[in-house]
């Protein structure tokens, strides 16, 4: 049986198994990336248990609109600088922005600056109001 008639006899295979994959790769992609980031729930835990400071990467107008409550307001642009971040690197840091995709930036600059428990919330703000966990307002 030469490969061709492999892939002839045994195409339904081939394809259930490329859509498992495209199904897995997709849930990867809507969890913010490939680390997946934190539910809101695993966020309140990381946050009560291991004392996790939230850090809200949004633009100020966002951040005094609404945000997580007892977040710190650096945003995205302005993180490089290290203005407001722990000076104690090994604490846990929840990273907020509003749906999810800049605090996933921020995290990669965030390891690189050597924050190794810097993690992002899967969805931002949006899924943090969806799980009705407490905001408030600047």
Same mark, same amino acid.
């Given at each position: 049986m030469n490969s061709s008639s492999f892939i002839a006899a045994n195409w339904y295979w081939i394809v259930a198994a490329a859509?498992? &994959?495209?199904?897995l790769l997709w849930q990867q992609i809507q969890a913010g990336g490939?680390? &997946?980031g934190l539910t809101p729930s695993q966020a309140v835990q990381l946050i009560n248990k291991?004392?996790?400071q939230v850090i809200d990467v949004c633009e100020p107008a966002e951040f005094a609109a609404a945000h997580v409550t007892g977040a710190k307001n650096i945003p995205? &642009?302005?993180?490089a600088e290290g203005k407001g971040l722990p000076s104690n690197k090994a604490i846990p840091l929840v990273v907020v922005c509003a749906a999810g995709t800049r605090s996933a930036r921020a995290v990669a600059?965030?390891?690189k600056m050597g924050?190794?428990?810097a993690q992002s919330l899967?969805?931002?703000l949006?899924?943090?109001r969806e799980a009705h966990l407490p905001t408030e307002k600047a």
């Amino acid at each position: 049986m030469n490969s061709s008639s492999f892939i002839a006899a045994n195409w339904y295979w081939i394809v259930a198994a490329a859509a498992s &994959g495209g199904m897995l790769l997709w849930q990867q992609i809507q969890a913010g990336g490939a680390g &997946g980031g934190l539910t809101p729930s695993q966020a309140v835990q990381l946050i009560n248990k291991q004392k996790a400071q939230v850090i809200d990467v949004c633009e100020p107008a966002e951040f005094a609109a609404a945000h997580v409550t007892g977040a710190k307001n650096i945003p995205l &642009g302005q993180l490089a600088e290290g203005k407001g971040l722990p000076s104690n690197k090994a604490i846990p840091l929840v990273v907020v922005c509003a749906a999810g995709t800049r605090s996933a930036r921020a995290v990669a600059q965030l390891k690189k600056m050597g924050y190794e428990n810097a993690q992002s919330l899967s969805g931002g703000l949006k899924a943090w109001r969806e799980a009705h966990l407490p905001t408030e307002k600047a």
